[in-house]
């Protein structure tokens, strides 16, 4: 969610970018012509900014992050959900315009995340497949990719879930979604698709999780983690073997930003969490909305959490890696 003013959407054409290095900066006044070069800068972060030593975070192993600026465009932020690919490839949504945003991370020589490569701007479309021209039906928070290629996009304040074909064609199908009242800034943050093309998962902000099926309906799953007191719901990611990744999210401004982050095995019945991550102000903490799991060839997983900053200069967009062993 954010509280940034109405952007109009023009473009039609995908916008190029690429860099390396950053630090905190003036937002650009207004978004870039078509089809110019944008330079991305992206500095390391630590995991405790008191504590350059810190590594870990119970049974979770910090393995690198980064915080990601552009001094060149306004369209590079509010990224608002996160899916991995390949190890590397990563896609995001911004809430601010419905921006498609793409990339690929480097690694360092001991495999920790160090920056970006072959990055991408891209507009999502409207309905009849033309650009959007209102932030009603732009607020793009949920973003998953179903196992033949279409994607889906939660949107939110118009509420609604559109399925994108993989086909390229640039007229968006609606898909069904949870049928329960949302207010306009409560609306579906977290979008995971099943690996076995089941169907997907919808967590909507207050916290009722729902599991969906194309062409069918939804159905709430009870059992599943709540938001504890003062947490909303901000995004849903699932694990190799089926298992949901439920991210909570807390800002109070005397305290800042909170996050955990718990992962289910079996999460439609007979539900077991595997391992729970807590992260408070102490540690790199922001706006994180964006989950995604990335399987390591030993089986552990790599985890990835990306913040939305909210056009906002005293926020951060920060890609951040953890290493974990599931347990047996």
């Given at each position: 969610?954010?509280?940034?003013?109405?952007?109009?959407?023009?473009?039609?054409?995908?916008?190029?970018?690429?860099?390396?290095?950053?630090?905190?900066?003036?937002?650009?006044?207004?978004?870039?012509?078509?089809?110019?070069?944008?330079?991305?800068?992206?500095?390391?972060?630590?995991?405790?900014?008191?504590?350059?030593?810190?590594?870990?975070?119970?049974?979770?192993?910090?393995?690198?992050?980064?915080?990601?600026?552009?001094?060149?465009?306004?369209?590079?932020?509010?990224?608002?959900?996160?899916?991995?690919?390949?190890?590397?490839?990563?896609?995001?949504?911004?809430?601010?315009?419905?921006?498609?945003?793409?990339?690929?991370?480097?690694?360092?020589?001991?495999?920790?995340?160090?920056?970006?490569?072959?990055?991408?701007?891209?507009?999502?479309?409207?309905?009849?497949?033309?650009?959007?021209?209102?932030?009603?039906?732009?607020?793009?928070?949920?973003?998953?990719?179903?196992?033949?290629?279409?994607?889906?996009?939660?949107?939110?304040?118009?509420?609604?879930?559109?399925?994108?074909?993989?086909?390229?064609?640039?007229?968006?199908?609606?898909?069904?979604?949870?049928?329960?009242?949302?207010?306009?800034?409560?609306?579906?943050?977290?979008?995971?698709?099943?690996?076995?093309?089941?169907?997907?998962?919808?967590?909507?902000?207050?916290?009722?999780?729902?599991?969906?099926?194309?062409?069918?309906?939804?159905?709430?799953?009870?059992?599943?983690?709540v938001p504890p007191l003062?947490?909303?719901?901000?995004?849903?990611?699932?694990?190799?073997?089926?298992?949901?990744?439920?991210?909570?999210?807390?800002?109070?401004?005397?305290?800042?930003?909170?996050?955990?982050l718990t992962v289910v095995?079996?999460?439609?019945?007979?539900?077991?969490?595997?391992?729970?991550?807590?992260?408070?102000?102490?540690?790199?903490?922001?706006?994180?909305?964006?989950?995604?799991?990335?399987?390591?060839?030993?089986?552990?997983?790599?985890?990835?959490?990306?913040?939305?900053?909210?056009?906002?200069?005293?926020?951060?967009?920060?890609?951040?890696?953890?290493?974990?062993?599931?347990?047996?």
């Amino acid at each position: 969610m954010i509280g940034a003013a109405r952007r109009l959407l023009t473009w039609a054409a995908p916008i190029l970018l690429a860099g390396c290095v950053s630090a905190s900066v003036q937002l650009p006044p207004a978004p870039l012509a078509w089809g110019q070069a944008v330079p991305v800068e992206t500095a390391p972060v630590p995991l405790d900014p008191a504590d350059p030593t810190a590594t870990a975070i119970g049974a979770f192993r910090y393995a690198g992050g980064i915080a990601i600026t552009s001094t060149a465009t306004s369209r590079l932020h509010g990224l608002s959900d996160l899916v991995v690919a390949s190890g590397s490839r990563i896609t995001s949504v911004s809430d601010d315009g419905a921006d498609l945003f793409t990339a690929t991370m480097t690694f360092d020589a001991t495999g920790r995340l160090a920056g970006l490569a072959e990055v991408g701007l891209r507009p999502l479309t409207e309905a009849d497949g033309g650009p959007f021209t209102a932030k009603s039906r732009s607020d793009a928070e949920g973003l998953s990719f179903l196992s033949n290629g279409d994607m889906l996009v939660s949107f939110e304040r118009e509420h609604r879930i559109w399925r994108y074909p993989a086909s390229g064609d640039p007229r968006p199908v609606p898909v069904p979604m949870p049928p329960v009242p949302m207010t306009s800034n409560d609306g579906m943050e977290g979008l995971a698709a099943t690996a076995d093309g089941s169907g997907y998962w919808v967590g909507v902000e207050p916290g009722s999780i729902w599991f969906c099926r194309l062409e069918v309906s939804c159905e709430p799953v009870e059992g599943l983690p709540v938001p504890p007191l003062g947490y909303r719901l901000s995004g849903l990611t699932t694990g190799p073997a089926g298992e949901l990744v439920i991210l909570h999210h807390s800002f109070i401004p005397a305290i800042g930003s909170r996050i955990i982050l718990t992962v289910v095995r079996s999460p439609r019945e007979g539900q077991t969490v595997l391992g729970r991550l807590a992260m408070g102000p102490s540690t790199t903490v922001d706006n994180f909305e964006g989950v995604a799991v990335a399987p390591r060839p030993n089986g552990d997983w790599r985890l990835y959490l990306l913040s939305d900053d909210n056009f906002n200069p005293s926020q951060r967009t920060l890609l951040l890696a953890f290493d974990w062993t599931p347990p047996k």
